[in-house]
């Protein structure tokens, strides 16, 4: 009989035990607290555990954004880190009705709604695709994956005029590009000079400018 559990946001002094966590059973290997620090530290967190002991044994993080939508920026929130301890796997099937990770993502939803989010995304993972095939409250649809292998076979070409260079700073032209690319899709995802530099800070990214 699969353990039965209780879900709640995260609290005060939990980041620690949700550390490692993530270490033990995200599937990542171990990371680093910067990283943990910089994705998880002031996103809220769905945690699940033990009702008897308190043990953490679960948690799905909600971390904060923006989307543009036809030219309108909301609040938006990625759903991400998806973690349940390998206890609390056994003896459970991948039914959204009832998958302790589906409740951590319905019980998310319901608090933080509240709090004026619009939109929330997660990236695909395969290993869901079985749970969605077997609900069918959920449409599913494919889509080719596009992917440019480096180094090219070919030179790139570009228009007569343009050149490429090392970008030199994260500065307020990250932010025309983001707002003049905003303006040709009907919704992406809000990139700001603020973000890239924190992002280059901790992954040590290294970027090209047109």
């Not at 699969?2 to 966590?21: N, S, T």
């Amino acid at each position: 009989m699969a353990q039965e559990l209780a879900y709640r946001m995260k609290r005060e002094g939990e980041d620690e035990a949700l550390f490692k966590l993530w270490s033990l059973h995200g599937g990542w290997g171990p990371t680093n607290p910067e990283l943990w620090n910089y994705l998880m530290l002031r996103a809220p967190i769905v945690v699940a555990e033990n009702p008897e002991s308190g043990e953490l044994l679960g948690q799905l993080a909600f971390l904060p954004a923006l989307v543009s939508i036809r030219g309108r920026r909301v609040r938006a929130l990625r759903a991400f880190a998806a973690i349940l301890a390998t206890k609390a796997r056994q003896n459970r099937t991948l039914n959204l009705s009832s998958h302790p990770i589906a409740d951590m993502y319905r019980f998310g939803l319901e608090n933080l709604r509240p709090q004026g989010y619009r939109l929330v995304y997660f990236l695909p993972n395969p290993s869901w695709i079985a749970a969605f095939r077997t609900s069918p409250a959920y449409l599913r649809h494919s889509f080719p994956l596009w992917k440019l292998a480096l180094p090219s076979p070919r030179t790139l070409r570009m228009p007569a005029g343009y050149g490429a260079m090392p970008l030199q700073k994260w500065d307020e032209r990250v932010d025309e590009l983001q707002s003049a690319t905003s303006r040709r899709h009907r919704c992406v995802i809000c990139r700001t000079a603020t973000g890239w530099r924190h992002r280059a800070e901790i992954f040590g990214m290294q970027a090209t400018a047109v």
